[in-house]
């Protein structure tokens, strides 16, 4: 999967906040990830992210 800064994504899982939504913020070796909910930013390294990811929203 193809992800880009400023794209949003849906995750399987949902945050603690219960929005489910991320807007990617950092990509590289660990992808950066803020909450659309809360704001919280999450950073984890690139396969944990994308195994994590259900689908992307928008571009």
Avoid at 1 to 13: A, F, P, R, S, Y
Avoid at 24 to 50: F, S, W
């Amino acid at each position: 999967m193809e992800l880009n800064v400023g794209d949003t994504v849906e995750m399987k899982k949902t945050h603690p906040c219960g929005s489910k939504t991320f807007t990617v913020l950092r990509v590289g070796a660990d992808i950066k990830l803020q909450c659309t909910g809360c704001g919280r930013i999450v950073m984890n390294t690139r396969a944990e992210i994308l195994k994590r990811i259900k689908k992307l929203v928008n571009k």
